[in-house]
């Protein structure tokens, strides 16, 4: 089995995968960090989604191996020195989440939103941003307003 190192959460790692792994396997089944969720296995619902050198990757397609040497965040990095990060702080605040399922890989792709587009973003834009994330619970509303909240104090 091929060895592959990479950084998740600025800790360096590594561990011996087959060559079909997927990076949401690795990250939950080797590393033990289960805030990136597998809703679909097709990369329709986003409940995977981690940030792989600054972008937004579904990681439920995307191979490990293929990301031997990446930079990896997971929903479990956002956090710094005991502070939720502003996205998760809106999350909270704006009751962004019921089941929680979709939350992780809706933050992650919020803040990856952010981060391409800046702080100033529209309901229209947000909704559009987030179509390959499903929520089966919110009606998006609640989300959509949190982002925009998380996003200006991003």
Not at 88 to 112: K, N, S, W, Y
Request: aromatic share 2%; proline share 2%; hydrophobic share 40%.
């Amino acid at each position: 089995m091929p060895a592959i190192s990479m950084k998740v959460n600025g800790q360096a790692v590594c561990g011996d995968v087959e060559g079909r792994t997927l990076l949401v396997e690795f990250i939950r089944d080797k590393l033990g960090l289960t805030g990136t969720h597998v809703g679909c296995d097709t990369s329709q619902c986003g409940a995977c989604v981690v940030h792989v050198n600054g972008k937004a990757v579904k990681s439920c397609t995307a191979l490990a191996i293929a990301h031997d040497g990446a930079e990896v965040t997971t929903i479990e990095g956002l956090a710094a020195n005991g502070k939720l990060h502003p996205m998760q702080e809106a999350f909270r605040e704006h009751h962004g989440l019921q089941c929680g399922f979709c939350t992780p890989g809706m933050i992650m792709a919020a803040v990856d939103m952010v981060n391409r587009l800046g702080k100033k973003l529209d309901e229209d834009t947000i909704r559009h941003e987030l179509e390959g994330n499903i929520c089966r619970c919110t009606g998006y509303h609640n989300i959509v307003a949190a982002v925009k909240a998380g996003a200006a104090n991003m």
